[in-house]
């Protein structure tokens, strides 16, 4: 399952808006977060999706990833291929943290987050670039705000999906 621990990333748009919980309108909002990873992140989606995007060796006689040790620069095994790809995975509940100032007091998270529109770009040399949307709900006045000027730049983020335990 897809998860992040204080990565950086970069807050490429945040859209505010309003949902109802039960009869109460509370203000939310959908941040897009655009984070490169190398390769091995692929197995957070899927155990066999790096390999089907990329090879170590452009001969016809190319192996498997796992067979040809450990040479660098893996390059994409489908050339034409037109990113982004899309998944519907989606996490319902993970907890989201924006990691903000010196401090852990200044961070911003929101407990109850649903991540999804995944869009992964794979590149030559084994970096992926991955675009999501963090679904975010009960955004205080003053967290909007510091969202709104972190547009375009970098930010330092934490994803952790909720527990199976968190479920029953």
């Given at each position: 399952?897809f998860?992040?621990s204080?990565q950086k990333?970069?807050?490429v748009?945040f859209?505010p808006?309003?949902?109802l919980?039960?009869?109460e309108?509370?203000?939310?909002?959908?941040?897009?977060?655009?984070?490169?990873?190398g390769?091995d992140?692929?197995?957070?989606?899927?155990?066999?999706l790096k390999?089907?995007l990329?090879h170590?060796?452009a001969s016809p006689?190319?192996q498997?990833?796992a067979?040809q040790?450990?040479?660098?620069e893996?390059?994409?095994r489908i050339?034409n291929?037109?990113?982004?790809l899309?998944l519907?995975?989606?996490?319902?509940?993970?907890e989201v943290?924006?990691?903000w100032g010196s401090s852990a007091?200044s961070?911003?998270?929101?407990?109850?987050a649903?991540i999804?529109n995944?869009?992964?770009?794979?590149k030559?040399?084994?970096?992926?670039?991955?675009t999501?949307?963090?679904?975010v709900?009960?955004?205080?006045?003053k967290h909007?705000?510091?969202l709104?000027?972190?547009?375009?730049?970098?930010?330092e983020?934490?994803?952790?999906p909720p527990s199976a335990?968190?479920?029953?």
């Amino acid at each position: 399952m897809f998860e992040l621990s204080k990565q950086k990333s970069k807050l490429v748009d945040f859209n505010p808006r309003s949902e109802l919980n039960g009869a109460e309108l509370v203000p939310a909002g959908d941040l897009k977060i655009k984070v490169d990873l190398g390769n091995d992140c692929l197995a957070m989606f899927h155990p066999t999706l790096k390999n089907f995007l990329y090879h170590l060796d452009a001969s016809p006689d190319a192996q498997d990833l796992a067979q040809q040790g450990e040479r660098t620069e893996p390059n994409l095994r489908i050339g034409n291929l037109v990113p982004p790809l899309r998944l519907s995975d989606e996490i319902v509940g993970a907890e989201v943290t924006i990691h903000w100032g010196s401090s852990a007091k200044s961070d911003i998270i929101f407990p109850l987050a649903n991540i999804n529109n995944f869009k992964l770009e794979p590149k030559e040399g084994g970096t992926v670039e991955i675009t999501f949307r963090a679904q975010v709900s009960r955004i205080e006045e003053k967290h909007a705000g510091k969202l709104a000027t972190m547009i375009g730049g970098e930010v330092e983020i934490s994803i952790v999906p909720p527990s199976a335990d968190s479920s029953k």
